[in-house]
């Protein structure tokens, strides 16, 4: 594994904010990023007052491609390079809400792809670890976040079916990729009373679940139908 972590020493005390203010915006896209909170994220019932701010401040427009920056705030997901994709907004909002992110927690994330929901965690977390498969994403991702002056973020490139066993145990786990079933070095690197989502299905569509881990006992809920790009790895698909 390819491991890297920003220049800013980390601090288990603190949650380091980037400098909104001087994130590039303009007045047209936080027009359409205000709309896509109030008629995406709140109309369909999210409620979380802290992840409702991250995702009206955090301009989407910055982690597509070049080409599709002016459907960032529409209500859909997006391609991206090397065959991945951007998630819907309410696919982020849902997730991160089922999570239940709090501050000062440790997050593992498997499959950094551009960024957006690593950006969100890291606004609504303590620490994000955040492992990407492939090489070339990983490394445009960390660019990008270290731009946009997160300084709580830690980054892999590696096998993410295996999570990231030198930082573990993790409060919360958050899986961006389709799998078979639930890799086990995820359900160890939980600590107990924490919580992981993961889609698991086909390499077509899967059901996203909560997976929560009390002592040895393991409880599994479904929460809605999806689509990801499948996980790869040792405990993924080859």
């Known amino acids: ?20 203010a001087a994130w590039p915006d303009t007045v047209a896209f936080r027009r359409r990023r205000h709309d896509m909170v109030r008629q995406q994220i709140i109309a369909r019932g999210i409620r979380n007052a802290p992840l409702i701010r991250a995702m009206a401040r955090l301009p989407r427009h910055l982690f ?3 080409e599709d920056c002016d459907l960032a705030y529409d209500d859909m997901a997006l391609p991206s390079d090397q065959g991945q994709t951007i998630s819907q907004p309410m696919m982020v909002a849902v997730m991160t809400a089922q999570l ?6 440790r997050i593992l994330e498997i499959g950094t792809g551009t960024g957006y929901q690593t950006a969100i965690l890291a606004m609504l977390c303590g620490q994000v670890y955040t492992v ?15 731009r946009l002056g997160f300084g709580n973020i830690y980054y892999c490139i590696g096998d993410g079916s295996n999570g990231w066993d030198a930082h573990s145990p993790y409060d919360r ?3 961006t990729a389709g799998a078979a079933m639930v890799p086990e070095p995820l359900i160890q690197q939980l600590v107990d009373g924490g919580k992981m989502i993961i889609p698991v299905g086909n390499q077509t569509t899967q059901v996203l679940q909560i997976i929560e881990r009390k002592g040895k006992k393991i409880t599994t809920a479904d929460i809605l139908d999806c689509r990801f790009v499948p996980l790869l790895g040792k405990h993924g698909w080859h």
């Open 173 to 175: 786990i958050l899986v």
């Open 100 to 105: 239940d992110v709090r501050p000062g927690q």
């Open 132 to 146: 990407e498969y492939v090489p070339q994403l990983a490394r445009e991702a960390q660019a990008r976040l270290h």
């Open 64 to 66: 597509t491609r070049p």
């Open 1 to 20: 594994m390819d491991h890297s972590k920003p220049a800013a020493a980390a601090d288990h005390t603190l949650n380091p904010q980037p400098d909104i």
